[in-house]
């Protein structure tokens, strides 16, 4: 089969690969439909994440059609039309247990396309197949589900949830790139007082007006802590979203966070970042870090089939899976190519 292959920070190859076979009796082979490209994968790219090896078939988001299952797989059979997590888990460990999925002490977590082969490929290995995939209701746009593979729940869990969204409040969203829009799409099922988004691109603050942001914050003159600020009052936010994962933008949510607010971090950190606390330990504030769990997917599911949640806007792009190449230089260059999320098509 062919599959996008990291080949080191900078490298990466669309090349022949042996199809993947069963491994575990809990596993399943999924023939990928569909898959698109996340801002993790550029980060692995970049070399922000030491986790994954040379020779890693990246990805881990997609939907497809099981081709095999083990022998202890029931809840899949061959056929079957699935939705494939972002994070494998055994269901049963104790961190399991607790709905902390990415923690799974069986081995699972994010696996996919870091610690093993992903879904940027024709076929890929899902373990923990009963847990760890999710049956797709018939009629259901397979471009939309993609979403659901980690983008929404990510920034639902993650920014949302972890940042105590309430009626009434103030929120900014500090990063307008696909994981920042699916924070603001699902934040509205709170009915914040305004949502203000941050980012340095136009385009992506457009897109953030056109999916309910009540301010846009362009902040390529380094002028988002005043902009916000005034926005605000002078009070700044309840909740304070990080969704792009360096220091300045890091910065900006401890500089805009009101006292007893929270700070909900969901970016990808690649390097450190300076912790004001000489500033924030007398201000009641609650800073959260997150990797997804993926314990939301089947309401996310649900509030897409019936409407509620359209995340088919966050779509600019598409390819076929043949042209990866093509999509990650579109992918990586977003503002010039007005990118949010593109997917790849295994025809
Ligand atoms: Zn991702
Ligand atoms: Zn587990």
Known sequence: MRALVYHGPGKKAFEERPDPVLVDASDAIVRITRTTICGTDLHILKGDVPTVAEG?????????????????VTNFAVGDHVLISCISSCGRCANCRTGMYSHCESGGGWILGNLIDGTQAERV?????????????????????????????????????SGAIKPGDSVAIVGGGPIGLAALLTARFY??????????????????????????????????????????GNRGVD??????????????????VTAGGHIANIGV????VQLNLDKLWSHNITL??????????????????AGKLQPTQLITHRFPLAQV???????????????????LTNE
């Open 56 to 72: 890693r078939i990246l990805g881990h988001e997609g939907v497809g059609i099981v081709e095999q299952v083990g022998g202890s």
């Open 125 to 161: 290995r899902i373990p923990f197949a009963d847990h760890s995939l999710y049956p797709i209701p018939a009629g259901v746009d397979e471009e939309v589900l993609v979403m659901l593979s980690d983008i929404l729940p990510t920034g639902f869990e993650c920014g949302v949830l």
């Open 191 to 232: 009915s914040p007082a305004e949502i203000i988004v941050v980012d340095v691109d136009d385009n992506r603050l457009e897109a953030a007006k056109r999916f309910g942001a009540t301010w846009i914050v362009n902040n390529s003159d380094g002028q988002a802590v005043e902009r916000v600020m005034a926005l605000t």
């Open 239 to 256: 909740v304070a979203i990080e969704a792009i994962g360096q220091a300045a933008t890091f910065d900006i949510c401890q500089a805009i």
């Open 269 to 272: 950190h690649g390097k450190p």
């Open 288 to 305: 959260t870090t997150r990797l997804v769990d993926t314990v939301s997917t089947r309401m996310l599911l649900k509030s897409v089939v």
């Open 325 to 343: 190449l093509k999509a990650y230089d579109t992918f990586s260059q977003a503002k010039e190519e007005r990118a949010l999320k593109v997917i």
